[in-house]
């Protein structure tokens, strides 16, 4: 007996399709493709005569971080961030690469990288009022990239409401605070739609308070609108407040590269202990599991690094595992209690403790306590401070 194959009608088939598939089909959540806004540098060298201000630096920056170049003077930082955007050269190396969203970027020029910069000192045109300050990159485009006259305004006047200065747009520089300039430079770099934004110092000209208020500011920025950003700093607090990542920097090299509190809880090394807050150096050695300061010393001895707000200052030493040191200064302005001592060598130590701590005891110039360090941090390499 011989079987004959069913034939589908066409239109039966249409039906099934539309009826049962497709609504399925139009169920599944559509994912967009994300761009990978990353930066990645590869072993750059970079030498002004014989001083060598990069050494074979290599680093990635994640899509939509906000990274800190953090380090003293000469440590590199501003010439890595100038070798990123374009605006100074590195030395020839088959092994040496820039890479923008996994493209090198080598021989790119400026314009070509499409990165916004914010330099220290604004930079700003003191001719121009605030609008035209803004609008010069969008007016000097060309081709197919140049916007008309009503798109420039409309993209201006949308910057002048996210950096918080609506109705100053006609003031020209001279007419505005320090930080509302770093904030007309921060737009005028935002205007053109950079894929990154590279800030030098950008807030170094302006005064302890207003830093404090601008630097809050450009977090919540950057929460906003999630652009890639990495900013050189040499202060210790701007980058631990504001950056999602610190890389710490020092003659050229990378010491370490974590997370504020990465760096600031596990630091690598001494220097980088040194460098992000207040540390003092102790010598002792270690005897039976318990740490001995301050005493008659053989053997080989110890670096020990302690935060001066883990440090206890006792009125007498009941365990035997502080040892003396003497007044020397109480300053209690502030949300801490800052207290200055000398040991019987004359090395100083700074300790940090609350009010409430502090009115327990109340330490005064010249009285003898004794110094309980609670947390010690000893590395391998020794250091001095």
């Not at 009826?19 to 030498?47: A, G, W, Y």
């Not at 800190?68 to 000469?74: C, K, R, V």
């Not at 070798?83 to 092994?95: H, K, S, T």
Request: net charge positive.
């Amino acid at each position: 007996m011989t079987i004959k194959p069913r034939i589908i009608c066409p239109i039966c088939f249409f039906i099934v399709l539309f009826i049962f598939i497709v609504p399925f089909v139009l169920t599944i959540p559509f994912v967009p493709k994300t761009i990978d806004m990353s930066i990645e540098v590869k072993n750059i060298t970079k030498r002004f005569g014989k001083f060598t201000a990069l050494n074979n630096v290599s680093l990635k920056i994640p899509d939509g971080e906000l990274v800190a170049l953090l380090g003293p003077s000469g440590s590199g930082k501003t010439t890595l961030l100038r070798i990123i955007a374009g605006l100074e050269e590195f030395e020839p190396n088959m092994n040496a690469d820039i890479l923008f969203q996994d493209k090198s970027v080598v021989g790119n020029r400026v314009a070509e990288r499409k990165v916004g910069f914010v330099f220290q000192h604004y930079a700003l045109f003191r001719h121009l009022k605030v609008f035209d300050n803004i609008a010069f990159g969008l007016r000097v485009r060309r081709g197919k990239n140049r916007l008309t006259k009503p798109e420039i305004r409309n993209r201006v006047l949308e910057l002048i409401h996210l950096i918080q200065l609506d109705g100053l747009e006609n003031r020209y520089p001279d007419q505005l605070s320090g930080g509302q300039r770093q904030r007309v430079a921060l737009a005028r770099a935002l205007a053109i739609e950079p894929k990154f934004l590279l800030l030098d110092e950008p807030f170094g000209a302006l005064d302890a308070r207003v830093r404090q208020n601008l630097r809050r500011w450009l977090r919540r920025l950057h929460d906003e609108i999630k652009l890639t950003s990495v900013f050189v700093t040499h202060d210790q607090e701007e980058a631990l407040e504001l950056a999602d990542r610190v890389i710490v920097m020092n003659q050229g090299q990378i010491e370490q590269d974590g997370t504020p509190a990465e760096v600031f809880h596990h630091p690598k090394n001494a220097f980088v202990m040194d460098f992000l807050g207040n540390v003092n150096l102790f010598h002792g050695r270690i005897v039976s599991g318990q740490v001995i300061f301050d005493t008659p010393l053989e053997g080989t001895q110890k670096q020990f690094f302690v935060r001066p707000h883990e440090i206890e200052l006792l009125p007498h030493n009941p365990d035997g595992s502080g040892f003396p040191a003497t007044v020397r200064r109480v300053q209690l302005a502030g949300s801490i209690a800052k207290i200055e001592l000398t040991d019987r060598n004359n090395k100083e130590i700074f300790v940090e403790m609350s009010h409430e701590k502090y009115l327990q005891y109340q330490f005064g110039v010249t009285d003898t306590v004794f110094v309980v360090p609670k947390k010690t941090v000893v590395f391998e390499e020794d250091y001095s401070i």
